[in-house]
């Protein structure tokens, strides 16, 4: 059971078991033709439950923070409902208000009314059932704190082919020990953290990385587990298992940065802070006025207490839980999935978005770039033969030419007689030519030269950071064909709004600068950090924190999870791995990058909107403390002002509903 689950059950049972008993508590006392004799006995019995019971979450709070001198809204709740019992408790049993004919007329008159025949029952167990209900929306909101590092560790191979003695043996990976050899075949996840000793192949280890282009890995080279081996065969042999591997070391990365942010302060508390020590002043200030101004006990009691009834709000406790029902429940329908209530708190002071480049400026995937024809080659044709032949490939660089070259040409021609040059490239015959696709070493080997122009279109190609290849046939350089990660459509405008809020856009990736500028340049970013390496990104994110910026951070993979559990707000893009949404504070399901802008709108909306509730909260309620303190505040007047401020705040917040 997650964390926040448990508690959540608990406050909904004392909500449901409290609301039922509160419920007649309040009609009675409110609707004076229900007022049957010795009605006030049966409010006590129902009440006192409410108030010990289901307030005992409150009572404690305040206890405890009244033992460090500390003031909250649990000190301020604690107060007004034992103050309304406590009264209520003196005037039946010693004032007359256990008198079998007692009637509470129903009068929003302000009079001087004596205070040892009125009971305030009903407000102790109004305000402590909205509250109950504040908490509860509040813990099931709550995040579950345990689920991203799950996912980061769901994330690495569940089991492996291990050789012993020639043969494959399936083993669970946790009975895996260094030194061991394993096999991994195309499309599976690389055990653990390891060096190849056998075979050659392209592995995808965008996940830990960040980085677009798979990296070709031959005998001899490292490799890191939970990437994907994506075309050949590998034996690897294990270097480092269990809590040695990268992906255990990021885990512990998200792990200490989710500790490591403190939770925000509620707003009400800091408010409550101030607000409990004047409304105490206020009650003994009263009680001094009035025992030396009449020498009435009773009367002078009357109206401290009072005033202690009537700060209490219990809009208070609806305030931040309504807005933040109906702000989640308005970004669930555009996209935006809120963690919990102290996300909101940061994006007030956000200054920096960081922007992750692979997944989040770009799609992550390869595209088809650029082609440069040798003279005299017809760019169609260069294309067509290329994608004709890289079809038959597995390779991802491969893949994208092909795509690329069928959506440019349209059907492509078959090859014949494929065969793949491992860590070069690949040859074959395409409609009678003997066509070479691959590294100039495949080319010099067949004993083609590639002209300066070409050479020229590779070097630029590579210092752009995108991964170009050679074409040729018949004995000669046909022309080179670049692919590179794809920015999305949307990106550039999502940039445009994230500045239009205020906020410096920052790439930052693991990609060469080369690639990272360019992209930049192409949506409109000029601050850019690049060659960073995964766990370097955490490293980022604090140092421009260091600098004073309260930094958001939008990004996919696992190895941008620390980061966003780092930044003051972490964006997760919904397309991107678990690990990332789990340590995001808000996720975006679209994986459009506009909708990043869209949740910094409205969690700035919804706090808003909490602030305007805290207002209206303390509102109703200041403007009765005057009331209160002239001893003119009846029953119905106390039970009003309740009614309105909770009204008023659940109808403010529902105006979220209308955010687009």
Known sequence: EPEGGGEAAALRRRLLVSGALAVPVVL????????????????LVLAAPVVVWGGFPFHKAAWTNARHGAATMDTLVSIGTLAAFGWSLWALFLGTAGMPHMRHAFTLTVSRADGASQIYLEAAAGVTVFLLAGRWLEARSKRKAGAALRALLELGAKDVAVL?????????????????RFVVRPGEKIATDGTVTEGSS?????MLTGESVPVDVAVGDAVAGATVNVSGRLVVEAARVGADTQLARMARLVEDAQNGKAEVQRLADRISGVFVPVVLLIALGTLAVWLAATGDVTAAFTA??????IACPCALGLATPTALMVGTGRGAQLGILIKGPEVLESTRRVDTVVLDKTGTVTTGRMGL???????????????????????SSEHPVAQAVAAGAAERTGELPAAEHFENVPGLGVRGLVEGHEVLVGREALLSEAGIELPARLAEALT????????????????????????????????????????????????????????????????????VIAEVLPQDKVAVVRRLQGEGRTVAMVGDGVNDAAALATADLGLAMGTGTDAA???????????????AADAIRLARRTLATIKGNLFWAFGYNVAALPLAAAGLLNPMIAGAAMAFSSVFVVTNSLRLRRFT
């Open 202 to 206: 392209a592995v995808d280890a965008s």
């Open 460 to 527: 630029a190609a590579r210092a752009g950071g995108r991964t170009a290849v050679a074409v040729a046939w018949d004995g000669a350089a046909r022309g080179v064909v670049s692919v590179a990660d794809t920015v999305k459509e949307t990106s550039a405008e999502a940039v445009a709004e994230l500045r239009a809020l205020g906020l410096r856009p920052v790439l930052l990736t693991g990609d060469h600068r080369a690639v990272a500028e360019s992209v930049a340049r192409a949506v409109g970013i000029d601050e």
């Open 369 to 391: 770039h650029d082609t440069v024809p040798a003279e005299g080659t017809d760019a169609r044709e260069l294309l067509r033969y290329a994608g004709a032949l890289e079809h």
């Open 581 to 595: 949404m789990e340590a995001g504070d808000l996720t975006l399901v679209r994986g459009d990058l506009r909708v």
């Open 28 to 43: 009675l006392s409110m609707v004076p033709a229900l007022q049957f004799d010795n009605w006030q006995w049966l409010s």
């Open 304 to 309: 401290a207490v009072a005033v202690l009834i």
């Open 164 to 180: 012993r003695d020639g043969r494959e043996v399936r083993v669970p990976v946790a009975r895996l020990a260094v030194g061991d």
